[in-house]
């Protein structure tokens, strides 16, 4: 509106009703189901019913546990917004499904086992004459066993994440001229398709040769481990990242120790390894990424060559390495050689980017694990020697919690280890039950309640 006020004009502005702010709801929708239904919810430490169910709740940071007879309790912590939050929790059975591995052709054994990505297990399988062949499994189609290219090294060897290829060490053309076939130079790949194989990289030094090798998740590149012996000096344990489409393989590090086989942990990235190294006087865990970062973390107090057959080693979500270590013990005492003792097992944490290793629990076990509601999770033995192998949890005060005992042959004090698969709620125990020297007895244990009873 305009006003005339004196010799000019005065604008004035209608003045219109401004609305009252919106108020936050004083509850929000919590729905939280659970495979099997059936289960207690507790929010914040009270009992609202059982799922499947819909709560009203304030919004904002609520602490969720899920309890069901024969099922481990899932923790969640949850930020419920004000238009409400999903909760949707696969429990956990307290006593797995076990299934025994057994070797795909009579009068060999298993050397190794892991994970694939599709579900299926692959196997490595030795044969009289330290042959070795690679292998999958597949649990979803009756246990049924198909073999991966056609190669028996004698050689390390190591199968893709995505299990469409192995990967093996081959002696050079020249050594095999020679007659010094034992010297492993070249990088080679079998697949389905390509049953032979054929060599994709190779060394140029003489005095070098590869020792071992390991694949990232990303099925693309290849941790290569070799050992250098020149001339004049000690020798030095070399490691690769081989990228299996460009053929690049800059060198990250070199190491006056040796890598213990098979030791290799990744983190869920593919782009930094955890693994276990050892001299004539040490064991200790350390790490390498893509770019050459290497950290020492600490030592295991054990020797690596007898120890676990599989690493000791986790990653957590947040890039914390869990390892377990055997504090020292008077070997007269222990009644071992190496003085290991049941008791004797601790777990240490460390983050490569900051800080080595703290001691942060004792009398844990072997077999660290992240489980997906972050909890940390060890695997070990009970502490009289009870039978089978006990499944603890750390809470928020580092306290060590009993929470089930898986019912396993109980292995001996460092002759154990795990392999997770999270997301599918199962995991490889592999014990060094097995008389044969190098092999393994391997249980896959189903968490999942989509496993039939």
Same mark, same amino acid.
């Given at each position: 509106?305009?006003?005339? /006020? ?19 709801? #004083? ?24 799922? =499947? ?14 309890? $069901?007879? &024969? $099922? ?16 949707a929790v ?9 299934? %025994?591995?057994?070797? $795909? ?10 994970? *694939? ?26 246990? $049924? ?5 056609s ?7 190591? !199968?893709?994440?995505?299990g469409q ?13 020679? +007659?010094?076939?034992?010297?492993l130079?070249?990088?080679?790949l079998?697949?389905?398709?390509d ?10 030094? =003489? ?11 990303? @099925? ?18 070399? !490691?690769r ?15 006056? #120790?040796?890598v ?7 983190? +869920? ?48 979500? &947040? ?24 008791? /004797? ?8 980017t900051? #800080? =080595?290793?703290?001691?942060?629990? +004792? ?6 694990f992240?489980?997906p ?5 060890? /695997?070990? *033995?009970? %502490?009289?020697?009870? @039978? ?7 809470d +928020? ?11 396993? =042959? %109980?292995?001996?004090?460092?002759g154990?280890?795990?392999?997770? &698969? ?27 309640? &989509?496993?039939a @009873?």
């Open positions: 509106m305009l006003l005339a /006020a004196g010799a000019g004009w005065v604008t004035t502005a209608t003045q219109r009703p401004t609305a009252p702010p919106e108020e936050t709801p #004083s509850t929000a929708p919590l729905s939280v189901t659970s495979t099997p239904g059936g289960a207690t919810v507790l929010v914040d430490g009270q009992e609202q019913g059982k799922t =499947p169910v819909t709560l009203a709740v304030a919004p904002g940071h609520h602490e969720v546990v899920l309890r $069901a007879p &024969d $099922a481990i309790d899932e923790l969640r912590s949850i930020d419920v917004a004000p238009e409400g939050f999903r909760l696969p429990l956990w059975r307290a006593h797995p499904l076990a299934h %025994t591995l057994r070797p $795909a052709l009579p009068g060999a054994a298993i050397a190794d086992a892991m994970f *694939l990505d599709d579900g299926r297990v692959g196997l490595t399988i030795s044969l009289p004459g330290d042959e070795r062949q690679a292998w999958t499994l597949n649990p979803a189609d009756h246990f $049924a066993v198909a073999r991966l290219g190669v028996a090294p004698n050689a390390p060897l190591a !199968l893709r994440p995505n290829a192995v990967a093996f060490l081959h002696s050079s053309t020249a050594a095999r001229d020679t +007659g010094t076939s034992d010297h130079a070249e990088l080679w079998a697949s389905f398709a049953h032979d194989g054929h060599a994709v990289w190779a060394l140029t030094e =003489p005095s070098e040769e590869l020792v071992d090798l390991a694949w990232s998740p990303d @099925s693309r590149h290849l941790l290569l481990i070799g050992r250098q012996h020149p001339s004049l000096g000690a020798a030095r344990t070399s !490691l990242w081989l990228d299996t489409v460009t053929n690049d393989a800059p060198l990250l590090a070199l190491l006056p #120790s040796e213990v086989p098979g030791s290799v942990v990744w983190r +869920g990235d593919g782009r930094a390894a955890a693994f276990i190294v050892h001299t004539a006087s040490l064991t200790a865990v350390c790490t390498l990424d893509d770019a050459g970062g290497f950290r020492y973390l600490g030592d295991l107090g054990h020797d690596g060559l007898a120890g676990p057959p599989v690493a000791p080693l986790a990653w957590g979500p &947040d890039g914390r390495v869990a390892y377990s270590a055997i504090r020292p013990q008077d070997a007269s005492t222990s009644g071992n050689p190496f003085g290991l003792s049941t008791a /004797a097992v601790g777990l240490f944490l460390a983050d490569p900051a #800080s =080595p290793g703290q001691p942060v629990a +004792g009398d844990t076990g072997l077999a660290p992240w489980r509601d972050g909890r940390l999770f060890v /695997a070990g *033995l009970g %502490t009289e020697r009870t @039978s089978g192998l006990h499944l603890r949890a750390l +928020g005060q580092n306290q060590v919690i009993d929470v089930t005992t898986l019912d396993v =042959p %109980t292995p001996s004090a460092t154990y280890g795990l392999r997770w &698969d999270a997301s599918r709620q199962r995991a490889l125990l592999v014990t060094d039950q097995a008389a044969a020297s190098g092999s393994h007895d391997v249980f896959l244990l189903d968490f999942g309640w &989509d496993a @009873s």
